[in-house]
Structure formats: structure tokens, C-alpha cells
């Protein structure tokens, strides 16, 4: 089976743009998971989506948000970017829950 | 809240010899518990997991970890570090209604010496 996949891998945007992040799960994965890894915060869980429903939010501001489609793929949407928001963003999938969370390589994004 | 600790930023091990990283958690049920490595730019793979049974698991890569419940641990072993184990590791609890929102520790970075 293919893996997670991320799309893109690299992104530059400037302050105040808006961004969209793709993640397609394993195939027959219907749970997928958003995670911010930056050198100071670590790793965050940012929401998670299963059947097309957020399940659990994390502690993230409502400029980040995301949606799943029937398919089970997965998008997330960053507006208004800040400087902050410079980070590795990492899509997760699984079965079900609690299971495994197989990531993918990530989206790296640089905020200018 | 749910917490990972996870004491040590950096180690650094000779070629051949034995390794512990060390992972305390906070949680108030039973934890679902993860190892996962992550090399330089990429994502995280997974070593091993604990949800139940035996307390001593086995994962890939010839590591090991043990639950310990008394200590609220779940220490990583391996008992002879190859130089492709260079990485960051990461120890992570499963919490949230349904066990699937990862708390993460700080990671531990592994430096292996030849």
C-alpha cells in the first residue's frame, strides 16, 4: 500500500496570505490528523477528522482550520499567515481509533 | 492534562553499545503509548506501541519498550545502536475521547560516535 502523501512538500508564502495543505491517508484509512512540529513548540495536534467530522481540536487559533471528503483525503487552511506559522506540517491516518497514526513526510511551510 | 516527558535532549553512544531513552508520561487512564523516529526532514515513523498485554514490547529496527505503570514509564532499549540510528525519537501518549490525539515529548536526539 502506498503511504501517507502530502502535497506540496515546500512552500514559501508572505505574511497575511492564506494557505491550503493536502494529505491523502492510506487507502481504507479513515481517520486523518494534523500536527505542527516547530523547534520551539514541539510537536501539536491540531484537529483530527474522521467520516468527514472533526473529532478533536487542539489549541490552535480559528485561522486554522480543515475539512474531509468522502474519499477520506484531507485539507487544511491557514489565513491570514503570520510569521509563526512557519513550521513542518504533518498529516497522520488510521484505521481507526485508538490505532496507529502512520505520518507522512510533511508540508514545510516558510512564512516571510 | 496529558503530559510526555522526556528528560534527555541530546545522547550521544558509541557504535555497538547499549541504549535507553527515557519517556515519562501523565495520563489518568490507561495511556496508549508510541515511539516514533524521525530523521532529518522527514516524517515520523513508527517504531513501536504499547495499548496492552505484555509489557515489554518489541518493535522494528531491533528496539524495545517497557511499561511501567509504578513509574508512569515507557523507557526505549536497544541493546546495540547501529550508526544509521542517528535520529530524533520521539515518545508520544494517545489522549482524547478516542485515544487518537498524540501528545508528544520534547524528543530525545541521538548522536551515535564511531
Not at chain 1, 512540529?37 to 482550520?65: D, H
Not at chain 1, 509563526?84 to 514545510?108: I, K, N, V
Not at chain 2, 526505549?76 to 508528544?104: I, M, T
Request: charged share 15%; aromatic share 12%.
Amino acid at each position: 500500500k502506498a503511504g501517507v502523501t502530502q502535497t506540496p512538500r515546500y512552500l514559501i508564502k508572505t505574511r497575511g496570505q492564506q494557505v491550503t495543505l493536502s494529505c491523502s491517508p492510506i487507502s481504507g484509512h479513515r481517520s486523518v490528523s494534523w500536527y505542527q512540529q516547530t523547534p520551539g513548540q514541539g510537536l501539536q495536534f491540531l484537529f483530527e477528522y474522521f467520516s468527514e467530522t472533526q473529532r478533536n481540536k487542539g489549541n490552535f487559533p480559528g485561522r486554522f482550520s480543515g475539512r474531509q471528503f468522502s474519499n477520506s483525503r484531507s485539507e487544511m487552511n491557514v489565513s491570514t499567515l503570520e510569521l509563526g506559522d512557519s513550521a513542518l506540517y504533518l498529516c497522520a491516518s488510521s484505521t481507526r481509533t485508538p490505532e496507529t497514526q502512520y505520518f507522512g513526510p510533511g508540508t514545510r511551510l516558510l512564512v516571510l | 492534562a496529558q503530559s510526555v516527558t522526556q528528560p534527555d535532549i541530546h545522547i550521544t553512544v558509541s557504535e555497538g553499545a547499549s541504549l535507553e531513552l527515557r519517556c515519562n508520561y501523565s495520563y489518568g487512564a490507561t495511556p496508549y503509548l508510541f515511539w516514533y523516529v524521525q530523521s532529518p526532514g522527514q516524517g515520523l515513523q513508527l517504531l513501536l506501541k504499547y495499548f496492552s498485554g505484555d509489557t515489554l514490547v518489541q518493535g522494528i529496527k531491533g528496539f524495545e519498550a517497557e511499561f511501567k505503570r509504578s513509574q508512569s514509564s515507557f523507557n526505549l532499549r536497544k541493546p546495540s545502536v547501529h550508526w544509521s540510528d542517528a535520529a530524533e525519537y520521539f515518545c508520544a501518549v494517545g489522549a482524547g475521547e478516542y485515544g487518537n490525539k498524540l501528545v508528544f515529548g520534547a524528543g530525545t536526539i541521538l548522536r551515535v560516535k564511531s
